[in-house]
């Protein structure tokens, strides 16, 4: 009987990578217009090359770039960059299409609904409150919470304790096998994986199910709890 389905956010309930590419365009353009001389799609690729090696959380990452670019920071390019780079992200932070509506389909089966993400804290909540989904989980465990990322079982394990269920009344859904999956399969725990959110290619999952579209977690939960 499955009684929790456990999410990751980033690219699993949101679209997180659309909203980076949006914003980090938008920042690289206030830059230019406050007079920073950049070759805007190479400033672009340099950006997203380190946010891949330093962390897709990472918030200098315009000091980082400046520091690079040019040598230093210049407090008027920064100050430009995050401005725009605030102002795209809260306006192009969007749910997955059905996240909501199989959100509340599962509340209406009884079903508890959790967060395990390796985000802060902050930008966690942060991203949550913008989308107005607050309400809807039992549980967020965020890298502050647990101290550990994925995929470590220590946040599914905390998430199991905290709900007061095993690992076979849960379900985890993720987009990144190599954290979502392995680390909740540790523990015996069923898996999905969001293949709507797949930034990487991902050939062979691992995962128990994928699923093409958010709203066939609620077929799942159903087969498995008729049975």
């Known amino acids: 009987m499955i009684k929790t389905v456990i999410f990751d956010l980033d690219n699993t309930l949101l679209d997180f990578v659309k909203m980076k590419q949006f914003a980090v365009r938008a920042a690289i ?7 920073l001389e950049l070759d805007e799609e190479e400033a672009y690729r340099q950006i997203f090359k380190m946010y891949a090696e330093g962390g897709w959380e990472n918030q200098k990452i315009f000091n980082d770039f400046l520091n690079e670019a040019i040598g230093g ?13 605030r102002h795209v992200r809260e306006a192009n932070l969007q749910v ?27 930008e966690a909540w942060m991203r949550i409150y913008l989308l107005n ?21 220590v946040p599914f394990q905390m998430a199991l304790d905290a709900l007061g269920i095993q690992p076979d009344e849960a379900l985890m859904i993720g987009d990144w096998p190599e954290r979502d999956m392995v680390g909740a399969k540790k523990l015996g725990i069923k898996t999905i994986f969001a293949r709507y959110g797949d930034t990487f ?19 799942i939960v159903k087969e498995l709890n008729r049975g």
Request: without cysteine; proline residues 5%; hydrophobic residues 45%.
């Open 133 to 153: 989904l607050h309400h809807i989980f039992d549980l967020v465990l965020t890298f502050d919470d647990t101290g550990v990322r994925k995929p470590s079982p």
């Open 96 to 122: 997955y299409p059905n996240v909501k509506r199989t959100l509340v389909e599962l509340l209406k089966m009884g079903i508890k609904i959790a967060v395990v993400s390796d985000a802060p804290s902050q």
């Open 29 to 35: 353009s206030a830059m230019v217009e406050a007079g």
């Open 73 to 85: 920071v210049n407090y008027k390019y920064l100050a430009a960059a995050i401005v725009a780079y």
């Open 201 to 219: 290619g991902t050939v062979n999952s691992g995962a128990d199910w994928d699923v093409d579209n958010a709203y066939q977690i609620v077929g």
